[in-house]
């Protein structure tokens, strides 16, 4: 996070001044952890609980598909801070695996691996990768490659005998080649067969993280006048995450003569409502705000609200 931290330092610097006189508002960035949400999170509090992948050697040998399920597993216990090789991996033939309406094989399967849930990784399929060139601000120009990747993952309960969860499962493994690598498509293809590994084992680690919960680091931003206590006191209250404290110091400054600052107390209740999770009410404040004074950063924050809406209503 430094790289970010830094800009942040420069545009509190660039922004420092934002209004005239002796009152001057200041941009406060902060982070947040914020939970991104997921059609099933596989819970392994309560019961052992298994990778298990099938191969085919006419497309990937055991050796190859025990790597994604053996990353899916640490991803798994990274997630819920578990010990290594408390979940665990294993490897079938895809012609043992008839689904889940095979009750005697899958409590076999559940006696072998000594694991109650049963996370089952099957018709696991790389694609024909492709290679493109790509410019990033901070890496500069590169060659990038692309490999599409697909799954079927099912989670099947084998004491309670119940499907928990299916799905087809498409992502793609995203990566730069080396500069003395990206002359040639053999030479691609050379470095891409170097690294055959760790493309099985990001793969297992994105199936994985298909249930599991996942963390984001998000950067957000308050707006102080630490010179009034009032505000500044709203300001440390918001910063020990007690946000409905925070709330009660800045509405009344939401009805100020001034313009500007009404808009700012509108923009951190906006912002104090979408920490508390309510993005409609958040959507209200945001809308307050610039209605009385609009600013970048408004604009900004209405439109990450916006998209956030419509994810939860999709």
Same mark, same amino acid.
């Given at each position: 996070m430094k790289r970010f931290l830094s800009r942040y330092k420069l545009a509190l610097a660039l922004a420092a001044l934002m209004l005239t006189g002796c009152a001057t508002p200041q941009l406060m960035p902060f982070n947040v952890d914020v939970l991104q949400p997921n059609t099933f999170t596989l819970d392994v509090e309560e019961t052992p609980a298994a990778f298990v992948a099938t191969y085919s050697d006419d497309k990937l040998d055991s050796a190859e598909v025990a790597t994604v399920a053996l990353a899916a597993a640490r991803k798994v216990e990274e997630a819920n801070a578990l010990e290594e090789g408390e979940v665990g991996a294993f490897t079938i033939p895809a012609s043992e695996f008839k689904g889940t309406s095979d009750k005697e094989y899958l409590e076999q399967l559940m006696m072998t691996t000594g694991s109650g849930l049963l996370a089952i990784i099957s018709d696991i399929d790389f694609g024909q990768g492709t290679v493109s060139r790509t410019y990033n601000s901070f890496l500069g120009a590169g060659t990038v490659a692309i490999i599409p990747t697909k799954a079927h993952l099912t989670i099947y309960d084998a004491i309670a005998d119940t499907t928990l969860f299916q799905s087809?499962?498409?992502?793609?493994?995203?990566?730069?080649? %080396?500069? &003395?690598? @990206?002359?040639? *498509?053999?030479?691609?293809?050379?470095?891409?067969?170097?690294?055959?590994?760790?493309?099985?084992?990001?793969?297992?680690?994105?199936?994985?993280?298909?249930?599991?919960?996942?963390?984001?680091?998000?950067?957000?931003?308050?707006?102080?006048? %630490?010179? &009034?206590? @009032?505000?500044? *006191?709203?300001?440390k209250h918001a910063m020990d995450f007690k946000w409905e404290d925070a709330i009660k110091e800045w509405m009344p400054m939401t009805e100020d003569q001034n313009s500007e600052k009404a808009s700012f107390a509108a923009f951190n209740i906006a912002v104090a409502c979408q920490m508390l999770g309510n993005t409609d009410l958040a959507e209200n404040w945001i809308t307050y705000a610039r209605s009385r004074y609009d600013f970048e950063q408004a604009g900004q924050l209405h439109k990450y609200l916006k998209m956030k809406k419509n994810k939860s209503q999709n």
């Open positions: 087809a499962i498409t992502d793609s493994i995203k990566f730069r080649i %080396p500069d &003395e690598y @990206a002359y040639s *498509t053999q030479s691609v293809q050379e470095y891409v067969d170097k690294c055959d590994s760790l493309i099985f084992a990001a793969f297992g680690n994105r199936l994985a993280s298909k249930v599991c919960e996942n963390w984001i680091e998000e950067e957000w931003m308050l707006i102080d006048y %630490p010179q &009034e206590s @009032a505000w500044h *006191t709203a300001y």
